[in-house]
Each structure stands twice: as structure tokens, then as C-alpha cells.
């Protein structure tokens, strides 16, 4: 029976387009009890570094009206301890894992990725060059074309893995970042990240996250990752992921018709943790309800 959820993003092939979102679905395993993880299209893991990592201090988190603040600051158990404890477990689970890779340098980048071609069941690595919750690496490579392209070449050259580069709203021109990221060897780009923002605390007046400042996901920046993946989409020719505040199916079609390929379902993890299930039954019953396909939808939005 043909699979009509299949979607192939470059060299990456996954049996549907629904995935989930680093940083809110921890290592794949704390989900394994409430839900198949084998079911839905990918898990992009935990930001992973090659040593361990403390993250910020708290609070971490904390809500906005439709949506949250989050100052992890990429908080990991480090690459050996994930590839130890966590990848058998998400190998005996069927689980499609990409990796999300986090480093400091574009050497760091590399030297990391190298590590993860001898590791069994990592389907693409995702290289995170756009957290705003780090003092070094993360965002500061991913706000103009050359870093950015600088840390992808460094990448494609250390591993034969599909790789895919997560791009910043921050930007100073997201368009010219993905041109950049794309001629240096990336194979899909995925976005958005989170953007910076900020709460206060009116009675103590102080910051409501440890650290003052955190990335804002959620409902609330839909419109603006929906633009967003639709300029990318003018700009380059490799398949794009989109993300950013995605609840529903009307959410997901949203993505497809701006121009992505496939989805990853970020903070909704955290309010209802089989959304990504779900939206796999909804999106395969609306696609044979309608007889097509995703790819059929895929940056179809009709302009004015």
C-alpha cells in the first residue's frame, strides 16, 4: 500500500511530514510511554554539544499570552552520554532521530557531526546556528550569510549525513542566510527559531527568566514564521521544514502552502503530548479525503 504521507526532503526520506521540534520533546524517550514514536515523521533531539552542558540558570520558563518565554540555554547530558544511554532506547523504539548539533566554533560544529557518522539510527543531523538562549555559538552564526555558510561548509565536510541548517528570525536577512547556507552544502533548511524577547515582573520588577531575556514560541509568532518560510521558499531551491506556533492541522496546510515540505510541532508538545500523533491521523484523512498528497500543497498559496 503506497504510503501517501511519504515525504523526501533532499536525501532525507520520511514516512510522513510531521515532526517534532528540538528543545520540546526532550531525547525522544520521555515520550515513548504516551505515545509510538515511530509514528510521526522525526525527532530532532535535544540540542546536543560534544561536552555537557549546566544551561541557564532558573526560572527557564515562563508563559505569554499565546505563547511562552524559554531561556534553556541549550542544557544537554552531551554527545557520549546521549549516544550511551539514549540512542538504543530510540533505536528499539523505530524512532527516526535527527540530531540537533550545537557548538561554539565551526570546528566545534564539525569535529561533533564527525562523531555522530559512526552513530546507528541518526537519520540527518539539524545544525543550530539560531538558538538566542547561548553567549557563544548559536545565533551569532546564523544572523548573516558568512558564518552561517562558514559553519555549514565545515559540516558537510565532516559528515555524509543529510544536513539540515536551522535558521534564525533574527536575521539580518533570513533570505540571504538560506542562499548562503544552501550554496555551502546544506541539503534543507529549517525554521524559525525562537525570537528574542522579554517579561517583567510588575510587582518585583524584575526580569521573569533567570537570565532576563528568552526565545518566544507559540501561537503567537505563526504569522511571522509563515512569512518567513515563504520568502525562504522564493529564495532557494532545497526543501524547507517550517515551524513556529503550529496546534492544528489548518496550522500544518498553512506551512505546506508558504512553502514547506514538511513541519515540526514545538510548543504545542508541552500542553498536549500526542499532538504530533494526532496531526499525523488528521493530515493523512484530510489528504484522502481530498486526493492529494502534501507535496501537492507544497507553496501553493495563491498571491494577490
Do not use: W
Not at 61 to 68: I, K, N
Amino acid at each position: 500500500m503506497t504510503n501517501v504521507l511519504e515525504t523526501v526532503l533532499g536525501p532525507l526520506t520520511l514516512k510522513n511530514p510531521i515532526l517534532v521540534a528540538s528543545g520540546t520533546f526532550g531525547y525522544g524517550v520521555e515520550y515513548s510511554d504516551v505515545m509510538d514514536i515511530s509514528s510521526i515523521g522525526g525527532i530532532s533531539v535535544k540540542g546536543i554539544s560534544l561536552q555537557p552542558r549546566p544551561g541557564n540558570p532558573p526560572p527557564r520558563m515562563c508563559e505569554t499570552p499565546s505563547g511562552m518565554l524559554n531561556s534553556i540555554g541549550l542544557a544537554n547530558v552531551g554527545f557520549d552520554v546521549f549516544v550511551t544511554r539514549m540512542m538504543p532506547k530510540l533505536r528499539e523504539q523505530g524512532a527516526t532521530v535527527i540530531a540537533n548539533a550545537y557548538g561554539t566554533s565551526a570546528d566545534e560544529f564539525a569535529e561533533l557531526c564527525r562523531k555522530f557518522n559512526d552513530v546507528e539510527g541518526i537519520a540527518a543531523i539539524e545544525v543550530n546556528i539560531s538558538c538566542p538562549n547561548v553567549k557563544s555559538g548559536g545565533i551569532h552564526f546564523g544572523v548573516s550569510g558568512k558564518p552561517a555558510a562558514e559553519v555549514t561548509e565545515a559540516v558537510r565536510k565532516a559528515t555524509a549525513l543529510p544536513v539540515i541548517v536551522k535558521l534564525s528570525p533574527e536575521a539580518f536577512d533570513i533570505k540571504e542566510v538560506a542562499r548562503a547556507v544552501e550554496a555551502a552544502g546544506a541539503d534543507s533548511v529549517s525554521l524559525i527559531n525562537t525570537f528574542r524577547g522579554m517579561s517583567i515582573d510588575v510587582n518585583t520588577r524584575k526580569p521573569r527568566l533567570g537570565v532576563g531575556f528568552g526565545g518566544l514560541s507559540g501561537p503567537a509568532v505563526r504569522p511571522l514564521a509563515v512569512r518567513m518560510v515563504y520568502d525562504v521558499a522564493q529564495a532557494v531551491r532545497i526543501p524547507i521544514i517550517g515551524m513556529g506556533g503550529i496546534t492544528c492541522l489548518r496550522d500544518v496546510l498553512e506551512f505546506f502552502l508558504a512553502g514547506a515540505s514538511a513541519v515540526q510541532v514545538g510548543t504545542a508538545n508541552f500542553s498536549n503530548p500526542t499532538v504530533a500523533v494526532e496531526l499525523v491521523r488528521d493530515l493523512e484523512q484530510y489528504c484522502e479525503r481530498n486526493g492529494v498528497k502534501p507535496f501537492d500543497l507544497v507553496g501553493k498559496v495563491q498571491m494577490p
